[in-house]
């Protein structure tokens, strides 16, 4: 609130979590529960230190544990409770997921391309996410944040990418020109009206699939 008494609009801080377990390095991990790197870990303390330096009025992340570390301890360092919201995770790329880019591109060719060129239709790993299912959850997860004050929100490449192109205008064709590096920190304004862009590409945000109907394959 202002002075005034009319609500202040608020700010959403998406961060994308730091560099994993060493042994994932070039692996599609996706939605697999791995832990950070010993670097990974140095870099989310350092980022907490960061984020603090401002406090944000309440804290989402994924609930897998390379998204927990940083908002524990951000939650230490400000007394909030972190709030789970696994429509935060990255997409599911079905078995491709554990499995090394290379490897994959042997087997299929250029059929990860199509995660791009196809994001209305592709499920990668045969029963992975579609780039338009990505997004009807990611949308409603963003419709679901608090509407004022600031909101830290830590997240994946893929789901991060996926808002940031449609508060661009952007197609969900062009996401993958979005994705931050690990460790980014992407302020985003609100209001930010991204309804509009929703029905861009047909996607529902308080009439998407509930948590139970989204994929459940372990992996990217």
Same mark, same amino acid.
């Given at each position: 609130?202002?002075?005034?008494? @009319?609500? %202040?609009?608020? =700010?959403?801080?998406?961060?994308?979590?730091?560099? $994993? /377990? +060493? *042994?994932?390095?070039?692996?599609?991990?996706?939605?697999?529960?791995?832990?950070?790197?010993?670097?990974?870990?140095?870099?989310?303390?350092?980022?907490?230190?960061?984020?603090?330096?401002?406090?944000?009025?309440?804290? @989402?992340? %994924?609930?897998? =544990?390379?998204?927990?570390?940083?908002?524990?301890? $951000? /939650? +230490? *360092?400000?007394?909030?409770?972190?709030?789970?919201?696994?429509?935060?995770?990255?997409?599911?790329?079905?078995?491709?997921?554990?499995?090394?880019?290379?490897?994959?591109?042997?087997?299929?060719?250029?059929?990860?391309?199509?995660?791009?060129?196809?994001?209305?239709?592709?499920?990668?790993?045969?029963?992975?996410?579609?780039?338009?299912?990505?997004?009807?959850?990611?949308?409603?997860?963003?419709?679901?944040?608090?509407?004022?004050?600031?909101?830290?929100?830590?997240?994946?490449?893929?789901?991060?990418?996926?808002?940031?192109?449609?508060?661009?205008?952007?197609?969900?064709?062009?996401?993958?020109?979005?994705?931050?590096?690990?460790?980014?920190?992407?302020?985003?304004?609100?209001?930010?009206?991204?309804?509009?862009?929703?029905?861009?590409?047909?996607?529902?945000?308080?009439?998407?699939?509930?948590?139970?109907?989204?994929?459940?394959?372990?992996?990217?």
């Amino acid at each position: 609130m202002n002075a005034d008494g @009319v609500p %202040s609009p608020g =700010k959403v801080i998406l961060v994308r979590h730091t560099e $994993v /377990a +060493r *042994a994932w390095a070039g692996r599609c991990y996706g939605q697999s529960d791995m832990g950070l790197s010993r670097e990974g870990a140095r870099a989310a303390r350092a980022l907490a230190g960061m984020l603090v330096a401002a406090p944000p009025n309440a804290i @989402v992340h %994924s609930g897998l =544990k390379r998204t927990r570390l940083l908002a524990q301890i $951000v /939650a +230490r *360092a400000t007394g909030l409770t972190p709030i789970i919201d696994p429509r935060w995770r990255e997409r599911s790329f079905g078995d491709w997921q554990g499995r090394s880019w290379n490897a994959i591109w042997r087997a299929t060719g250029d059929a990860m391309d199509r995660i791009m060129t196809e994001p209305e239709r592709f499920r990668p790993g045969g029963a992975g996410e579609t780039g338009a299912e990505l997004a009807a959850r990611c949308l409603a997860a963003w419709d679901a944040l608090p509407r004022e004050g600031t909101t830290l929100v830590i997240a994946h490449g893929g789901a991060i990418a996926t808002i940031r192109a449609l508060a661009h205008g952007a197609d969900l064709t062009q996401a993958a020109q979005f994705i931050p590096k690990p460790g980014k920190i992407v302020p985003i304004p609100r209001p930010l009206r991204l309804a509009a862009h929703a029905a861009q590409h047909h996607l529902a945000i308080n009439g998407s699939a509930p948590q139970a109907d989204l994929p459940r394959c372990i992996g990217r």
